[in-house]
């Protein structure tokens, strides 16, 4: 699997999430096999007036090759966010035309693209032709079940100059909800010439195995399922490369990488805000354990790194 001269050691990729998939959850994911990871979504026109908060969103680390992922619908602005980007050294721009939420989809950006094919031509064309290193499009279904287009659009990218795309298998409408349509994304793989990567219910080896077989797709593009779960690339990469099927962690090891997890955020942001994302990542790190809802309330008050790691030794010794 590459894209254009860039090479990746598998084909399990971190996908791009907002307010999870940062510069701490991207090194996290990559040292359990992540072959490659998107930084979080960074407005267009708030990079290009030099927005602070865009320049740390888009801070990359040891997570290499890591793609940087703007959203906008004005071409030319775009085009200049593409450029800034390239400052903070990323191997790939990737453009977003899949994010579902309100915010971005109802003032032009993010899965609205979907609804103007012209303007997501131009708007991929003035990326291209502004950088020399490779420009992806993240895709979905379509904006709804009457408005499927994802094959139209994988192959206007794709002539304004992309050289991959990834396709979530369901429309704007449904957000996460329903099941994925492996059949649009296998459509999209026959259309074009470009890699295909598919998104959309990887959670564990067999769901992987299951979008391979089902769409043919060049990659997949694991995201909600790695959330407290950052072995699963692990997992499928022994099971698709090796036909092995590694044993699920146990409560020590859990708790280990999210205090782990936890620590990479603190040296990246500071423990204030630390701790309040922390809330979010240990509902999942502690998910399905015995008083998992008593556990998440408790840690909804924590505000030192230190409560955090009593907690997690109290956890391991009761249930470890």
Known sequence: MQIKDIKFENISFLAPMAGIADRAFRELCVNYGAAYTVTEMVSSKGLTMGDR????????????????????????????????????????????????????????????????PEVAYEVVKAVCDAVEIPVTVKIRKGWDDESVNAVEIAELCEK??????????RTRVQMYSGEVDY???????????IPVIGNGDITDEQSAAIMLEKTNCDAI?????????????????????????????????????MLKHIQKIIDYKGEY???????????????????GAALRKEICSFEHFEQLEELAFKIVKEQG
């Not at 304004?160 to 298998?169: F, L």
């Not at 059949?183 to 010439?193: F, P, R």
Request: proline fraction near 6%; glycine fraction near 14%.
């Open 160 to 169: 304004a100059g992309a050289s991959a795309t990834a396709v979530h298998g």
């Open 53 to 116: 908060k865009s320049g740390e969103l888009l801070t990359i680390g040891s997570e290499h090759p890591t793609g940087a992922q703007i959203f906008g619908d004005e071409p030319e602005i775009m085009a200049a966010a593409a450029v800034k980007c390239l400052e903070y050294k990323p191997e790939i721009i990737d453009i977003n035309m899949g994010c579902p939420a309100p915010k971005v989809a109802m003032n032009g950006g993010g899965a609205s693209l979907m609804k103007r």
């Open 273 to 291: 805000t630390a701790m309040r994302e922390a809330r979010h990542h240990a509902g999942y790190y502690t998910k399905g354990m015995r008083g």
């Open 183 to 193: 059949g649009i994304i296998k459509s999209v793989k026959d259309a074009v010439g």
């Open 221 to 257: 593009m694991i995201g909600r399922g790695a959330l407290g779960n950052p072995w699963v690339f692990a997992k499928i990469n022994a099971y698709l490369n090796e036909c092995r099927v590694l044993p699920d962690p146990g409560v020590t090891e859990k708790m280990t990488v």
